[in-house]
T-cell receptor, first 113, second 112 residues
Framework: DSGVTQTPKHLITATGQRVTLRCSPR?????VYWYQQSLDQGLQFLIQ???????AKGNILERFSAQQFPDLHSELNLSSLELGDSALYFC????????????FGPGTRLTVL | GENVEQHPSTLSVQEGDSAVIKCTYS??????FPWYKQELGKGPQLIID?????GEKKDQRIAVTLNKTAKHFSLHITETQPEDSAVYFC???????????FGSGTKLNVKP
């Protein structure tokens, strides 16, 4: 158990809908990272927050957004969902801003029908 | 940006044999190289990492080597066991940067 929690574990929704994925980092970690893992694909970095502020952006679509709250939990919002958005979404946390070990949560499996 | 290539994509070995997974990277400024193991239905878990100021690091049956000149690093697993079966990912990042660039993964199958 990495100490990073993600909810929900599974999410099934329809095209055009909007969903919110939630992540709680390990105690003491200030950075939260979001990754997308499509079928048979590697991990694609989406976005990072550090202590409430956006720090780095990867291949995140404009339909996706994220935020980190004062209690350091983070939410990833996915809107106008398409079939191709079906994937595993992982959250990771680390103590610093970068170059540190990242601890991954168990992931949220999103299925868009 | 950084480009990390990983091979092979699949690797099948007999229990007790060694397994080697190789990664190359493109950004010479990258200086942190972690390896993650992902079991079915779980998130990736760090198994070993190496920074650019060392050439090799060992942890029991697992070792990682780094060749900065050639810009490649490798994961070595000795005396493989069935529980080593999983997908392994390499990654690269710069110390002060926040992005991890992951390889495409290697599915390791250890046959009993």
């Amino acid at each position: 158990d990495s100490g990073v929690t993600q909810t929900p574990k599974h999410l099934i929704t329809a095209t055009g809908q909007r969903v919110t994925l939630r992540c709680s980092p390990r105690s003491g970690d200030l950075s939260v990272y979001w990754y997308q893992q499509s079928l048979d694909q590697g991990l694609q970095f989406l976005i990072q927050y550090y202590n409430g502020e956006e720090r780095a952006k990867g291949n995140i679509l404009e339909r996706f957004s994220a935020q980190q709250f004062p209690d350091l939990h983070s939410e990833l919002n996915l809107s106008s969902l398409e079939l191709g958005d079906s994937a595993l979404y992982f959250c990771a946390s680390s103590v610093g801003q970068g170059g540190n070990e990242q601890f991954f949560g168990p992931g949220t499996r999103l299925t868009v029908l | 940006g950084e480009n990390v290539e990983q091979h092979p994509s699949t690797l099948s070995v007999q229990e007790g044999d060694s397994a080697v997974i190789k990664c190359t990277y493109s950004d010479s400024a990258s200086n942190y190289f972690p390896w993650y193991k992902q079991e079915l239905g779980k998130g990736p878990q760090l198994i070993i990492d190496i920074r650019s100021n060392v050439g090799e690091k060992k942890d029991q049956r697992i070792a990682v080597t780094l060749n900065k000149t050639a810009k490649h690093f490798s994961l070595h697993i000795t005396e493989t066991q069935p529980e080593d079966s999983a997908v392994y990912f390499c990654a690269a990042s710069r110390n002060n940067f926040n992005k991890f660039y992951f390889g495409s993964g290697t599915k390791l199958n250890v046959k009993p």
